[in-house]
């Protein structure tokens, strides 16, 4: 069975702060190395009330210090946002503490809008070749050092930090194919292209020294419970958000409503539906067929999987039972 792994977006309750969910990540990273899972990445955003990873770095040290096998990382850094110095020696500095567990995957979006974009770099005027440029300026800042090179990153060179390309189109398919980098597709929120994406990775993949042959890994919400009624319940709280957000009204995680989607307007349930179409909702039995499902018809090297429960336990509770299903389906596969 293919790996799967966590995406943590850190969601803050309603009746929380940052300071709660941060603790509840420190808390469920251990849980997911237990449970078997593979990596547990963390992403960028800025100026969300309801995510409190906007110092990615900062809480990936955090759970890479809380755990000691699971692999860590961003997904993603948002590369705009930063010089790629300065990525370079933050996961530099992460992977010198944490050797052979750090991951590093690059986004080209700023992760916020216009405005906090502006507060971030000053410009929002990039040039289209930038993203690129500035991804093989940071895999040369891994590299060994070269006699009398002028710029280094001290701690990351020689590091050779695994660098991953994220995307929601096929800019991002493109250019990882063309480095030959893993790629890492945003289907959790953005599942439209995501088969072309898949497709013309693929395709084009140039293996390289980083990697022999494609690797791909793609989102999916994932909302288990012991019943269906009680999974669809606390994924109710993910289709709040999605809808604040599509009103322009950001908000900390709501608690879930029963029955919310149906009353939905037409437009609004229809955006929740396609948002949310690459989803596990159910209970274990009931979601095992559509998870093999979609694993076959992405051909997935690997599951990234999240949840942002407005009830903690739940999102516990939803880990658990994943891990139950990820066994059977390990269990099921031919030998």
Same mark, same amino acid.
């Given at each position: ?9 850190? *969601? ?32 960028? =955003? =800025?100026?969300?009330? %309801? ?45 010198? @503490?944490?050797? %052979? ?6 986004? /080209?979006? *700023? ?27 940071? @895999? ?11 710029? $280094? ?18 800019? %991002? ?9 893993? +790629?890492?597709?945003? #289907? ?12 013309? +990775?693929?395709? =084009?993949? /140039? ?7 494609? +690797? ?42 029963? %029955? ?5 307007? /037409? ?17 274990? $039995?009931?979601?095992?067929? #559509? @998870? ?23 999102? /516990? ?8 299903? $990820? ?9």
């Amino acid at each position: 069975m293919i790996p799967f792994s966590i995406l943590d977006l850190a *969601p803050i309750p309603a009746d929380g702060d940052a300071a709660v969910a941060l603790r509840n990540t420190l808390d469920l990273a251990p849980l997911a190395e237990a449970l078997g899972f593979h990596r547990y990445w963390l992403a960028e =955003h =800025h100026n969300m009330p %309801g995510i409190a990873s906007a110092a990615t770095a900062v809480v990936i040290g955090q759970v890479a210090a809380a755990t000691s096998r699971i692999r860590v990382g961003a997904g993603g850094i948002m590369l705009p946002n930063h010089a790629p110095l300065v990525v370079a020696e933050q996961f530099g500095t992460l992977d010198a @503490l944490f050797p %052979g567990r750090i991951d590093l995957g690059l986004g /080209r979006a *700023p992760g916020t809008d216009q405005t906090t974009a502006r507060a971030l770099r000053r410009s929002t005027n990039g040039h289209p070749d930038q993203f690129p440029r500035e991804v093989a300026e940071i @895999l040369g800042l891994f590299d060994d050092a070269e006699p009398g090179q002028a710029v $280094r990153a001290i701690p990351g060179e020689g590091r050779h930090v695994p660098v991953w390309i994220l995307g929601s189109s096929l800019f %991002g398919a493109q250019l990882a194919a063309t480095l030959g980098l893993p +790629y890492a597709f945003a #289907s959790h929120f953005a599942p439209g292209e995501l088969m072309p994406a898949l497709r013309h +990775y693929r395709e =084009h993949f /140039r293996p390289s020294a980083y990697l022999e042959r494609s +690797y791909a890994m793609v989102g999916y919400n994932v909302y288990l419970a012991d019943t269906d009624e009680e999974a669809r319940f606390h994924a109710s709280s993910m289709e709040q958000g999605f809808v604040s957000l599509r009103r322009g009204r950001p908000e900390p995680i709501q608690p879930p409503i029963e %029955g919310y989607r149906e009353r939905l307007g /037409r437009l609004e349930r229809a955006v929740v539906e396609q948002t949310m179409a690459c989803s596990a909702i159910g209970s274990p $039995r009931s979601v095992e067929a #559509s @998870l093999r499902g979609f694993i076959t018809q992405t051909g997935a090297d690997e599951l990234m999987i999240t949840n942002s429960s407005f009830d903690h336990g739940a999102r /516990r509770r939803s880990l658990e039972l994943t891990a139950e299903v $990820r066994e059977r389906l390990a269990g099921s596969e031919p030998r």
